[in-house]
C-alpha cells in the first residue's frame, strides 16, 4: 500500500512506530503535490523548504519523546483564510496577495504544538464567497474525481487536496456550508463543529456570527482525531465557549442501537437530483438495519433560510472587509487622487465580482431605511429557524439529510448563475444559523461517478453523537480515492493549459 493511501492517524501511528519518518511522509506528499498541481491546483502556496525543515524538527521531538500525539509528523494543509505566521495568507484574493501575517491562528497553533508539518495554504473562493472554488483571484481548483468538474467551495482547495493524495488532512472553514459541501462533491469526510468550539482568532472573518473552523480528511477517525486537536477555549476569541469534553474520539464506535434519527421532508422537494436522494434513503435503510430508529418528519422554516442567510452573511462581510483599504497591508493602487481616490481604486482593483457584489449587498441591507426590513427581518428568522432545530432535537439524536441537491457541477456552469449558486446552499446553511455541528460522510456515486455526501446534523454541542452515527454508518463502507489521483494523468494537462489560458485572459 501507498504511504499516500494511509490516513492521517494511521500515517502518524507509522511515524510514532519508526516504520516511517515525518520527512519521508512529508517527501511523499510533495512529491505527490509537484505531479498533480499543475492539473488540480489544491494550493495556492506551497512551502516545501519551510515543510522540511519542521518535518526535520519533529522528528527529533519524536524520537527523543517530547511528541507522543497522534498526528506528529504528519502533513497538514490549511485553508488560505487562516493566519500562519511567516506564510502568505491571501484569501485566495489580489487584495492580500502580499500579505504575511505576523502571528498564527489558534487552531493552527494547536495542530503546530501536536506536531503537525504544514505543507501550505490551499485555494478557496475568494475571501470564502463562492460555492465552486471559482471565485479565486489566482484560478479555479478542479475535482479529482473528474477535472471538468468543480471540487465545490469555499474550502475546495481543501478538500481536493485530501482527496487527491496532496496531503494526509487539511483544515476549512465554513460560514454556510463550506466544509461539508465541498468534501461531498469529492468525497471526503468533513466537519462543521458547535460554534464556538474551535477558536476564530486568526481566521480572516467572512460572516462572525457564522464562521466556524473544521477539519477535512480520509475517515471519521482522522476528523475526530484533528477536532479534538484543534477545539480549546480562547480567550481572544469572544465567540469561544469553554467546553467540559473535548474528547470526540472516544465517539469512534460502532453502535447505533436505539438511536433516533430524523429525515426532514421539507428537504426531499423538487430540484433534488433523485441520484442524490436514492443515496440519502439508502443511507437510511442502513442506519435502520444497523438498529437505529429512523422517522421522517416536518422540520419547516427551510424556505426562508437562504434569504436568512444571505442578508445576515453579506451584512457581516460588507463590515469585516472594509478593513481591506490600501492603508495598512494589502494592496493598493498605484495611482489615486487623495484619500477616497486610494480608498476606490485600491478596492476595486482588488476585490473580485462575487466579493464586490456580496460587499454591495450586505451595505445596502444595513443601510438606512432598510435595515429593519432586511437585516433585523434576517435576525428574527434566524431565531425561528435555531427553534424549529430546538424542537426536532426533542424527538431525534440526529437528523440525516443532502448535503447538496446535485452532485459537483461543471466547471462554469454556477458562475453563469449566482442566484442558483446561492440556492444550491439550501441543505446547508440552516446548520450555520442555528450554530449546529454537522459531518459529511461519502455515501454513494451517481450515474457519471461523482461522489454523493450525507449530512449528519447534530444538536449543538452534541458531536459525539454525529462522530458515532458518522463512523457506525463509515463501517458499511470502504473508502475509495478518485482514479485520478497519482494514478492519471495524461489529458490532465490539457485541461490545465485551458484553465491557465482562461485565467490570464482574466
Not at 118 to 136: P, Q, R, V, W, Y
Not at 156 to 164: D, K, L, P
Not at 287 to 297: D, I, M, N, Y
Not at 361 to 389: E, H, N, P
Amino acid at each position: 500500500m501507498s504511504i499516500l493511501s494511509l490516513t492521517a492517524v494511521e500515517i502518524g501511528r507509522k511515524i510514532k512506530a519508526g516504520e516511517i519518518t515525518a520527512v519521508e511522509a512529508t517527501k511523499a506528499v510533495l512529491e505527490q503535490i509537484r505531479a498533480l498541481e499543475p492539473q488540480v491546483h489544491s494550493y495556492v502556496t506551497v512551502d516545501e523548504e519551510g515543510a522540511l525543515k519542521r518535518a526535520e524538527e519533529v522528528q527529533k521531538q519524536i524520537d527523543d519523546g517530547t511528541l507522543t500525539g497522534p498526528l506528529a509528523g504528519v502533513p497538514v494543509a490549511i485553508k488560505d483564510n487562516l493566519c500562519t505566521e511567516g506564510l502568505l495568507t491571501t484569501c485566495a484574493s489580489r487584495i492580500l496577495e502580499n500579505f504575511v501575517p505576523s502571528y498564527t491562528a489558534e487552531a493552527v497553533r494547536n495542530l503546530e504544538k501536536a506536531g503537525a508539518v504544514i505543507l501550505g495554504k490551499t485555494n478557496m473562493d475568494e475571501f470564502a464567497m463562492g460555492s465552486t472554488t471559482e471565485t479565486s483571484a489566482y484560478g479555479v481548483t478542479r475535482n479529482p474525481w473528474n477535472l471538468e468538474h468543480v471540487p465545490g467551495g469555499s474550502s475546495g482547495g481543501s478538500c481536493a487536496a485530501v482527496a487527491a493524495e496532496e496531503c494526509f488532512y487539511a483544515l476549512g472553514s465554513d460560514t454556510g456550508g463550506s466544509i461539508r459541501q465541498p468534501s461531498s462533491y469529492c468525497g471526503v469526510v468533513g466537519i462543521k463543529p458547535t460554534y464556538g468550539t474551535v477558536s476564530r482568532y486568526g481566521l480572516v472573518a467572512y460572516g462572525s456570527s457564522l464562521d466556524q473552523i473544521g477539519p477535512i480528511a480520509k475517515d471519521v477517525t482522522d476528523c475526530a482525531t484533528i477536532l479534538e486537536v484543534i477545539s480549546s477555549y480562547d480567550n481572544k476569541d469572544s465567540t469561544s465557549v469553554k467546553r467540559d469534553d473535548y474528547q470526540f474520539t472516544s465517539a469512534l464506535v460502532d453502535d447505533v442501537k436505539g438511536m433516533r434519527i430524523g429525515i426532514p421532508r421539507d428537504y426531499f422537494i423538487e430540484g433534488l437530483d433523485s441520484g442524490v436522494r436514492d443515496a440519502i434513503l439508502a443511507a437510511a435503510d442502513t442506519f435502520r438495519k444497523k438498529g437505529a430508529v429512523v422517522e421522517e418528519f416536518d422540520l419547516g422554516l427551510v424556505e426562508y433560510a437562504v434569504p436568512a442567510y444571505y442578508v445576515i452573511a453579506t451584512a457581516e462581510a460588507s463590515s469585516n472587509l472594509s478593513r481591506f483599504d490600501g492603508v495598512k497591508y494589502g494592496h493598493r493602487a498605484k495611482e489615486y487622487e487623495g484619500l477616497h481616490s486610494m480608498y476606490k481604486k485600491s478596492r476595486s482593483e482588488g476585490f473580485g465580482p462575487e466579493v464586490k457584489r456580496r460587499i454591495m449587498l450586505g451595505s445596502f441591507v444595513l443601510s438606512s431605511g432598510y435595515y429593519d426590513a432586511y437585516y433585523l427581518k434576517a435576525l428574527k428568522t434566524k431565531a425561528l429557524i435555531k427553534k424549529a432545530f430546538d424542537r426536532a432535537f426533542e424527538n431525534y439524536d440526529v437528523i440525516l439529510a443532502p448535503v447538496a441537491p446535485t452532485t459537483a457541477p461543471k466547471l462554469g456552469a454556477s458562475l453563469t448563475d449566482p442566484m442558483k449558486m446561492y440556492l444550491a446552499d439550501i441543505y446547508t446553511i440552516s446548520v450555520n444559523l442555528a450554530g449546529l455541528p454537522g459531518m459529511t460522510v461519502p455515501c454513494g456515486k451517481d450515474k457519471n461517478g461523482l461522489p454523493i455526501g450525507l449530512q449528519i446534523i447534530g444538536n449543538c454541542f452534541d458531536e459525539k453523537i454525529v462522530i458515532r452515527a458518522g463512523y457506525t454508518f463509515e463501517q458499511t463502507r470502504t473508502y475509495e480515492a478518485p482514479a485520478f489521483a497519482g494514478r492519471d494523468t495524461e489529458g490532465a494537462n490539457d485541461a490545465a493549459a485551458t484553465d491557465q489560458a482562461e485565467t490570464e485572459g482574466r
